[in-house]
C-alpha cells in the first residue's frame, strides 16, 4: 500500500512536552479538562485491573473499556493538540503496555504465555520497536511510519528478531507494504491512547493504552 503524502515531524521534536497541559479559558473548557483528568484516572485504574494485558477479559469489559478510552478522548480534544504533529514529541521514550482490547502477538500473548511488552520510539529517526520479554526470550519488531495527518500515521513494519539470553537467532525482513495505521488518542506525558489496525486484515480497531517507562 502506497503512503498517504505524509507531514514532517523534524522540528516538532522541539515542542514543549507539556504542550497538553494547558488550562482553558473558558468554563466549558475547563469543564472538559477536569472530565479528562477523572476519565484519565478512572481508566488507568480499570486497566490496571485486568489481568495479563487484557487479553482474557470479556468482551463486555473490552467494550465498556473502548468506550471509557473514546470518551477521555473526546474530553482532551478541548485542549486543540493535534497528537501526530503538533504534539508528537511527547510520544518519545519508552513505554510499556498496560492494557489491550486485541489477543495478537501485539498483546504480548505468544501460545498460553502473556509477556511483558514494551515500545522504544525514537522520534528523532522515526523509527520504533515493540518487544515482548517472556523470561530469557526477547521477540522484536522494528518499524518507522509516516506521518498522514493531525491525528494518524501509517506504520511500516522493517524487521522482527526472536533473542535467547540476549543472542539473536533468527531475524527477517517483513514482506514489503506489511504494516498498518495508528490513530492517536489522548496522550500526556505519562499516558497514551492509541488505536490500530493493520491493513488489509483488520476491520475494526484494536486499542492499546501504554504508560511511560519509568
Known sequence: M???GG???????KRTRDICVGVATNSGGTEMVDAAASLKKELLNVCERTRQN???ETE??????AKMAAELDEAWRVQEVN????????IDGSWYLQYT????PSSGKLGPFVGRVLQKIDLENQRFENMCLLGPLKFNLEATWKVL?????NVLFLTKEIS???ISVQKSPFSEGSGGFWRMGYTDEDVRVLWTKRFPRDKTESLFVLRRER
Open 2 to 4: 502506497a503512503f498517504v
Open 7 to 13: 507531514v514532517s515531524v523534524v522540528g516538532r521534536v
Open 54 to 56: 487484557g487479553t482474557v
Open 60 to 65: 463486555e469489559t473490552k467494550n465498556s473499556i
Open 83 to 90: 497528537p501526530a504533529t503538533d504534539g508528537v514529541g511527547m
Open 101 to 104: 482490547s486485541t489477543v495478537n
Open 149 to 153: 495527518d493531525d491525528n494518524n500515521f
Open 164 to 166: 535467547l539470553f540476549g
